[in-house]
């Protein structure tokens, strides 16, 4: 484009290409629509971009979907309600992908779309954040919304007037674990108060039979795959067709043959028209020390995009590193799978400033547990993963164009 243009005119240019852009596409579809296949493992949407690459923008302009007084919150993450210093301004930046357009989702428009379906996120809290975004924003077009807990979910709403249920099932390793105490005759002879046996080729029963329910399903596992959660006194001991593996695995490639089991499972037991994602990790940010050492998340504005690798980047042995390293297995895993992957860890990477951090409702929680540097403050950042979703459930019912 010309330098000379006066830049009054950039908006329309801009327009008028999104609006040509949008025709041709919708009259492309008309003819091609019939033989494509609603089963994609691409992660790009209407028009071959790739929403999981670009950059924060502000935009003052831009408020949240719904408030404090969402039923469905979680205290820990009700930022508002918890006084989180800053909340407008943490909300007020915008996700724009390179080179496109994310709409936002209008739930008037989105529970339509679903009417009669049903969707699930299955796996640790971090889907959980998830699932309670997603809830509060679909509640301000059905004010009916119910909660629901059925067939083994943890929580979940359903919402009357288009007969939709919105769910999560709680399967912190997807696979079935369980607590075994130590036995005085057997087991092991090192100290330990007894370990969790891991079932690597069999489901957690809080999803194994949800199959037929669900015409939606957002898998994610990784949070728990450490040694703060399974330390060395009472470790993760994996067992394959009822028998301990040996010799015994170590944490990340036991994460591993439980990929590649509970993923099998997937694409056996949910049909082909199910549409199946599994999103990526979700980054920490904890600075100056990890969560049990004071480790922090005060910040005002997001990341500069030339921070990034030194927080996250494993190579620099951060605290924040294992993210990345999780999400290169899982990705591995998922290849030549039709599970479409939701890569919402890099762009989460840039919100260091949208934590609960101190703000968790309760006094002496930062003392014990320390700050929450890793669920995300609501409203905040899972309303953008919910845009990108409900984009790529949109496209993948085969709607065409923007949401
Ligand atoms: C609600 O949706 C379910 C599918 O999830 C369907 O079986 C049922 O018939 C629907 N109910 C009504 C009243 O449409
Ligand atoms: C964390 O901060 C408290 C209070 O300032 C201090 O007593 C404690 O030693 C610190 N812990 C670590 C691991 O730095
Ligand atoms: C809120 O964010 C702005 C912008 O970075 C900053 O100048 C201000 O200090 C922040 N306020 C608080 C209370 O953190």
Same mark, same amino acid.
């Given at each position: ?29 008309? &003819?091609?629509?019939?033989?494509? /296949?609603?089963?994609? =493992? ?5 028009? !071959? @971009?790739? %929403?999981? #690459? ?27 309600? &918890?006084?989180?210093?800053?909340? /407008?301004?943490?909300? =007020? ?5 390179? !080179? @496109?357009? %994310?709409? #936002? ?49 943890? #929580? ?248």
């Amino acid at each position: 484009m010309s330098p000379k243009l006066p830049s009054h005119l950039f908006p329309w240019l801009i327009l008028l290409t999104f609006a040509s852009l949008c025709f041709f596409y919708s009259f492309l579809s008309l &003819n091609t629509f019939s033989s494509s /296949s609603s089963s994609s =493992s691409s992660p790009t949407s209407y028009y !071959n @971009c790739n %929403l999981f #690459r670009g950059q924060w923008v502000l935009d003052p302009d831009r408020t949240p979907l719904y408030d404090q007084t969402c039923p469905f919150h979680r205290n820990a993450w009700n930022c508002l309600r &918890n006084d989180r210093q800053n909340m /407008s301004f943490i909300n =007020s930046w915008k996700w724009v992908p390179h !080179n @496109c357009h %994310l709409p #936002r989702i209008d739930p008037f428009r989105f529970l339509p779309l679903v009417r009669n379906r049903n969707i699930a996120f299955v796996g640790d809290s971090l889907n959980e954040n998830f699932l309670v975004s997603f809830l509060c924003i679909l509640r301000v077009a059905d004010h009916g919304a119910k909660r629901w807990k059925k067939k083994g979910a943890w #929580r979940g709403a359903y919402f009357p007037n288009f007969n939709v249920t919105v769910a999560y099932h709680r399967a912190v390793l997807l696979s079935k674990y369980q607590w075994q105490p130590k036995q005085s005759e057997a087991g092991i002879q090192d100290g330990s108060e007894g370990f969790y046996r891991v079932d690597v080729d069999v489901p957690a029963d809080e999803w194994a039979k949800i199959a037929g329910f669900y015409d939606v399903l957002v898998f994610n596992t990784g949070h728990w795959w450490n040694n703060d959660k399974f330390p060395k006194e009472k470790p993760l001991v994996f067992y394959k067709a009822g028998q301990p593996i040996i010799p015994p695995l170590g944490v990340l490639d036991g994460l591993k043959v439980v990929l590649t089991h509970m993923i099998t499972y997937i694409q056996k037991e949910f049909p082909g028209k199910t549409l199946k994602f599994w999103r990526l990790q979700s980054p920490r940010h904890f600075y100056g020390g990890d969560w049990n050492q004071n480790g922090s998340c005060l910040f005002n504005t997001p990341l500069e995009e030339n921070e990034l690798d030194l927080w996250f980047e494993p190579r620099n042995n951060g605290v924040n590193k294992e993210a990345r390293r999780l999400n290169f297995v899982i990705e591995e895993a998922l290849q030549r799978t039709d599970i479409q992957v939701l890569d919402l860890s890099h762009l989460s990477e840039f919100r260091a400033d949208a934590h609960p951090a101190i703000w968790l409702g309760r006094k002496d929680a930062v003392a014990i547990w320390g700050q929450d540097c890793m669920h995300w403050c609501l409203p905040g950042v899972p309303d953008t993963w919910v845009d990108i979703l409900s984009q790529l459930i949109h496209d993948g019912f085969g709607g065409t164009g923007k949401l």
